[in-house]
Every structure is written in C-alpha cells, then in structure tokens.
C-alpha cells in the first residue's frame, strides 16, 4: 500500500527530525558552555557545527508531507462573513451612519 508506505516514511522522517532536533538542543548547551568559558576558536567551531545541524533539520522539516491541507484564512473569513456567523455591528446598522442616533 502506497498509503500505508508514505505514514511509514513520514513517522521515520519524523524520528530522524527529533533525533536531530535533539542533538541541535544539545549543540546549543554546548555553545553556550563554551561562550561562559571564553574559548573563541571552540565557540566557532560549535557555532558552524550547530548551524549545520540546524540547516539539516530545516530540510528535512520540508521533506515531511502533511497530511492535512493549508489552511486559507481569507476563505475562513469570506466564509464566516457570508454565512453571518461573525457580522461587524456597523453592517447591521446601515454602516457608519447607524452610529448616530
């Protein structure tokens, strides 16, 4: 099943996200520890390390396929308007107008 084959993939893209996130949670202490300790060549290092990890993680985040759709808010809004579930209390009244009594 193709289906079945592609929540397969997207749990163990999803393990290998965390396990990196987890490592890039751990790199971060590290460059903190080392900015405490003044050590500017380790400090860099650490930084270009973390910063590879973070750019790893970034695309590995796009490669996972979600499952659920965008979400449009403009639509939600013409939506909500048009089926008069949200009404801004000037429309009620005549528009501006209907402020004065």
């Known amino acids: 099943n193709f289906c079945s084959m592609t929540v397969q993939t997207n749990e163990q893209l999803q393990?290998?996200?965390d396990a990196l996130n987890a490592?890039?949670?751990k790199q971060g202490s590290a460059v903190?520890?080392?900015k405490k300790a003044g050590d500017a060549d380790a400090v860099a290092e650490a930084v270009?390390?973390?910063q590879a990890l973070k750019i790893n993680a970034a695309e590995m985040g796009k490669?996972?396929?979600?499952?659920e759709p965008e979400f449009n808010r403009k639509a939600f809004d013409e939506l909500v308007l048009r089926k008069m579930?949200?009404?801004p209390s000037f429309e009620i009244h005549g528009g501006v107008k209907g402020l004065f009594d």
């Not at 490669?63 to 499952?67: A, E, F, P």
């Open 63 to 67: 490669s996972l396929v979600s499952d």
């Open 23 to 25: 490592q890039i949670t």
């Open 48 to 50: 270009a390390k973390l």
């Open 15 to 17: 393990d290998e996200l």
């Open 85 to 87: 579930f949200v009404v």
């Open 32 to 34: 903190r520890e080392l």
